[in-house]
């Protein structure tokens, strides 16, 4: 056997082989480790050729010699390890990778040991195959069909949410590939499956190619293109649209980083498509922006899935807003502004169901403040040319000074003005007032005086007070807060005002 034999034999082969390492140079849908793990792959299909050519040419040697004895199961496994490799192209392996390598790491001192065992095989003095007289002869083979079938398993998981085109072309020939292989092993036809490999990884390459194409390459949910394209292709069986948008991305990425950003879309898109439901397809269109597309559908499968989806997403800390619209008269791309109107409109609501939340969580805490400090807030409101349209005086300022309601205590600036203590009033209204008219913005209220409470005591108080004002200086809020000074003032002026 020659080398120039060698190349003439595995011609159409080899220059597959060739043809598609250098196509991965062009690569600009696959992930650096698929490139990488394609050319192993390669590299081990150009291998077993070799090995089959040397082992085939052993074989009229009249006597038996080790070149042969550690080709043969080297020949053995390497068929399910270019499996393997194959599955490990679109990275099928990442959990419980130990367990799906296992069975080729415990077969392979049993099938490099058999010659001595007799498990499976053996070669004679004069270089002889010899089959064990059992089932065990069919190990090899089983072990590698084994692999095809795990590998048609992992591949038909990994692109469920593909319909059964996206995935027919690739499933054809390796379920041909694997039939062709079983028939030569039933009518015991020595083989060599180099090329049947290499066409078999040309055909996968290709069709994971134009599937990642179709990806989202953070989600894995399919892209914005597909959404295009779906929406056009398959408007007769599409008869329902969901538009979703995820909540406080860009606050996520401002604060912890682009990192949990991105985490928080993987989260989102896993509990979207959490079930796999048939004959539906999940998109991320954009930032935070996903889409739903179901296919013959009613309106009750639609909402269950929704209220699933929105169960998935309470146990994350992530909000979705959601919107959907059935399909009539085919019709989807109206049925697709529709949901975007419903989502918006959810997402105002969200956002407004939010800052009450924040709000109320707000006052209380600020109530809380008071409490333990024994002080009371006052606010009021201005119009655009600085006309006072309310006051409010908090509950806690009211208990302060014996009042329980607004029935008896009304929100209106007479009711703490007429309670001044007439040798305060002037000066206090005066500080209050001129801290209004101040329109630079400089001034702050900052007055002690006494204000007579319900049981008729005079008691001391301090008071401050700040406004937020229009961009022109007109007052818009004036805030402040009492603080119970009575026991401080003991043995002090009374008359003194601040």
């Not at 992930?31 to 040419?57: C, D, G, P």
């Not at 083989?191 to 894995?220: G, N, P, Q």
């Not at 969901?242 to 909540?247: F, Q």
Request: aromatic share 12%.
């Amino acid at each position: 056997m020659s080398i120039v034999t060698l190349t003439l034999n595995n011609y159409i082969m080899i220059a597959e082989l060739l043809g598609l390492w250098v196509m991965l140079d062009s690569n600009v849908h696959l992930k650096k480790r698929t490139i990488t793990a394609t050319r192993i792959v390669i590299i081990l299909i150009f291998s077993e050729a070799v090995f089959w050519a040397v082992e085939r040419w052993t074989r009229e040697i009249g006597y038996l010699t080790w070149t042969r004895i550690i080709l043969t199961p080297t020949i053995y496994l390497l068929h399910p390890i270019i499996v393997l490799g194959i599955m490990d192209m679109a990275e099928y392996l990442k959990k419980n990778k130990f367990l799906v390598y296992l069975p080729v790491l415990i077969s392979a001192p049993l099938l490099y040991t058999s010659q001595w065992t007799h498990l499976f095989y053996w070669f004679d003095e004069n270089n002889l195959y010899i089959a064990a007289d059992s089932i065990l002869r069919y190990y090899p083979y089983f072990l590698f069909l084994a692999y095809v079938l795990i590998f048609i398993g992992a591949f038909i998981v990994r692109y469920t949410k593909y319909g059964a085109t996206e995935r027919k072309g690739i499933l054809i020939s390796i379920v041909a590939a694997s039939i062709g292989a079983v028939m030569h092993i039933v009518f015991e036809m020595d083989v060599d499956y180099s090329t049947l490999f290499a066409s078999l990884l040309i055909i996968y390459y290709l069709s994971l190619y134009v599937l990642t194409a179709k990806e989202d390459t953070l989600t894995h949910l399919l892209n914005r293109q597909c959404y295009y394209a779906d929406s056009e292709n398959h408007k007769d069986q599409i008869s329902a649209v969901v538009s979703v948008d995820m909540n406080d991305l860009k606050k996520i990425n401002d604060t912890q980083g682009h990192g949990a950003g991105d985490k928080a879309l993987v989260t989102v898109a896993e509990c979207l498509t959490k079930g796999r439901m048939r004959n539906k397809k999940v998109y991320r269109i954009g930032g935070d922006e996903y889409a739903v597309f179901y296919m013959n559908k009613t309106e009750d499968d639609v909402k269950k899935d929704i209220e699933s989806m929105k169960a998935e997403l309470a146990k994350t800390p992530y909000v979705c807003a959601f919107g959907y619209e059935m399909v009539s008269d085919s019709d989807v791309e109206k049925a697709m502004l529709v949901a975007d109107r419903e989502m918006y409109t959810n997402k105002a609501k969200l956002k407004k169901d939010k800052e009450k939340k924040i709000a109320a969580h707000k006052e209380a805490t600020i109530r809380v403040m008071h409490e333990a400090l024994g002080s009371g807030m006052w606010s009021m409101e201005f119009d655009e040319d600085g006309k006072m349209t309310s006051v409010d005086w908090s509950p806690e300022f009211r208990k302060m000074i014996g009042y329980t309601d607004e029935s008896d205590f009304p929100n209106k600036l007479e009711s703490w003005s007429d309670l001044l203590h007439p040798d305060d009033k002037a000066a206090v209204l005066k500080e209050f007032n001129d801290t209004i008219s101040d329109y630079s913005g400089e001034r702050n209220y900052d007055v002690e005086y006494r204000l007579k409470v319900k049981s008729g005591e005079w008691r001391w108080f301090h008071a401050i007070g700040r406004l937020i004002r229009y961009e022109n200086g007109v007052p818009m809020s004036y805030v402040g807060m009492f603080v119970d000074i009575t026991e401080k003032k003991n043995g002090y002026d009374k008359n003194q005002i601040i």
